[in-house]
């Protein structure tokens, strides 16, 4: 089994963000709920807030607006009206 997870975020701009990680943190509609490798695939609507991977000792954080996220036990896709990094704008591929 993969260890690592793959975040991808995509906004109407097109292709933004990717990243290997070790967990996602997002907040959900009935709260937040986190996502490791190997986890039951679901599809679920995101609130406005902050979402937050983890990549061994460090942590990133990613402000999204209304999205939507698709979970598989290796990948999480997802698609925001907008996104944007902790002091930068997602538009570009990192």
């Known amino acids: 089994m993969k260890e690592t997870l793959t975040l991808e ?5 097109g292709f933004s963000f990717t990243e290997e990680v070790d ?4 907040p959900g ?3 937040q709920f986190g996502v490791l490798p ?12 902050t979402l937050v991977y983890k990549k061994g000792a460090t942590q ?8 939507y ?7 999480v896709l ?3 009206d907008s996104a944007e990094l902790e002091n930068s ?3 570009e591929k990192h």
Not at 9 to 13: A, E, F, M, R, Y
């Open 9 to 13: 975020i995509v906004t109407p701009v």
């Open 23 to 26: 967990e996602v943190v997002a």
């Open 29 to 31: 509609t009935e709260g």
């Open 38 to 49: 190997g986890h039951t695939s679901f599809l679920t609507t995101l609130e406005p807030g």
């Open 60 to 67: 990133g954080r990613v402000s999204v607006k209304s999205a």
């Open 69 to 75: 996220v698709q979970v598989t036990s290796n990948h």
């Open 78 to 80: 997802v698609l925001a």
């Open 89 to 91: 704008t997602v538009d």
